[in-house]
Nanobody, 128 residues
Framework: QVHLVESGGGLVQPGGSLRLSCAAS????????VYWVRQAPGKGLEWVSG????????AYEDSVRGRFTISRDNANQMLYLQMSSLNSGDTAVYYC?????????????????????WGQGTQVTVAS
């Protein structure tokens, strides 16, 4: 059975940092591109970042580039998102997702159905 379990969310002050983790099991993690997708209150799903199976190629949405860093540990089947300089616009539920190839959905038009596997999400709230 496939599982993607996110953790590490919470309440953080503007300008602060947070590290999200996603534990994967039940599928060939090291063969998949893995992604972070988020959903802010009242908005659709927004693609945030992706990383290739080998961990050598990364991609970021413009709004997070330079502030967020995606990484993975294939030996332990883990995906990470290091977030810094957080602002209120980063408040959202963050999901990890997996798909065999590269996929990018612009704006708030992502759909969970476009990914093979999807986690339950972790809440990140940026507020003072």
């Amino acid at each position: 059975q496939v599982h993607l379990v996110e953790s590490g969310g919470g309440l953080v002050q503007p300008g602060g940092s947070l590290r999200l983790s996603c534990a994967a099991s039940g599928f060939a993690f090291s063969a998949y591109w893995v992604y972070w997708v988020r959903q802010a209150p009242g908005k659709g799903l927004e693609w945030v970042s992706g990383i290739d199976p080998g961990g050598t190629t990364t991609a970021y949405e413009d709004s997070v580039r330079g502030r967020f860093t995606i990484s993975r540990d294939n030996a332990n089947q883990m995906l990470y998102l290091q977030m810094s300089s957080l602002n209120s616009g980063d408040t959202a539920v963050y999901y990890c997702a997996a798909k065999p190839g590269y996929y990018h959905c612009p704006g708030y038009g992502c759909s969970a159905n476009e990914f093979d596997y999807w986690g339950q999400g972790t809440q990140v709230t940026v507020a003072s």
